[in-house]
T-cell receptor, first 114, second 115 residues
Framework: NAGVMQNPRHLVRRRGQEARLRCSPMKGHSHVYWYRQLPEEGLKFMVYLQKENIIDESGMPKERFSAEFPKEGPSILRIQQVVRGDSAAYFC????????????FGQGTRLTVV | DQQVKQNSPSLSVQEGRISILNCDYTNSMFDYFLWYKKYPAEGPTFLISISSIKDKNEDGRFTVFLNKSAKHLSLHIVPSQPGDSAVYFCAAKGRGGTSYGKLTFGQGTILTVHP
């Protein structure tokens, strides 16, 4: 049973380009969460999705950031017109449900904006 | 508004001794608590969890204690091993409101276990 898979592991983008980060949850998990870790900081919640639905996007920046979790395929975190401040590690987690269940994390995507 | 706080940025312990990592929370809607371990350049790894209906959960060398009245939990690692050296994150989730479903993390504590 494969764990949470994120790709790419490392992504370099020039300022103004788009970044697409992918996350395939664990088998049987229908809840996906995206977190961001800036250098020297903790994990900050960005968005919580179930299949085809955004449940909570209270941690998403108002502009340039979007997320989806389609019926088929991985969850995608999309950052348009990247800026240097977007450089961070982006982690995806998945769980079976919203209640008292553990969430398991992927290895993360390290985005560097040059 | 930091709803989950780990007030000790770092902890240094001798191999074989007990490591105690602490965590405080403010949101009374939190009812499930988890500890994660994280190595550099890797994702967080789930360690142990506890529901608010319990005050203790044990798994091998790891024990989590929950004091609901004080809104405080702690992770005990005994005996500590050099391989336990990592950043430890406390996390909480709730049954409703803004805490529903998602995990809210503390800032992390860097644990160093010396041989």
């Amino acid at each position: 049973n494969a764990g949470v898979m994120q790709n790419p592991r490392h992504l370099v983008r020039r300022r103004g380009q788009e970044a697409r980060l992918r996350c395939s949850p664990m088998k049987g998990h229908s809840h996906v969460y995206w977190y961001r870790q800036l250098p020297e900081e903790g994990l900050k919640f960005m968005v919580y999705l179930q299949k085809e639905n955004i449940i909570d996007e209270s941690g998403m920046p108002k502009e340039r950031f979007s997320a989806e979790f389609p019926k088929e395929g991985p969850s995608i975190l999309r950052i348009q017109q990247v800026v240097r401040g977007d450089s961070a590690a982006y982690f995806c987690a998945s769980s079976q449900g919203a209640g008292n269940t553990e969430a398991f994390f992927g290895q993360g995507t390290r985005l560097t904006v040059v | 508004d930091q709803q989950v706080k780990q007030n000790s940025p770092s902890l240094s312990v001798q191999e074989g001794r007990i490591s105690i990592l602490n965590c405080d929370y403010t949101n009374s809607m939190f009812d499930y608590f988890l500890w994660y371990k994280k190595y550099p350049a890797e994702g967080p790894t789930f360690l142990i969890s506890i529901s608010s209906i319990k005050d203790k959960n044990e798994d091998g060398r790891f024990t989590v204690f929950l004091n609901k009245s004080a809104k405080h939990l702690s992770l005990h690692i005994v005996p500590s091993q050099p391989g336990d050296s990592a950043v430890y994150f406390c996390a909480a989730k709730g049954r409703g409101g803004t805490s529903y479903g998602k995990l809210t993390f503390g800032q992390g504590t860097i644990l160093t276990v010396h041989p």
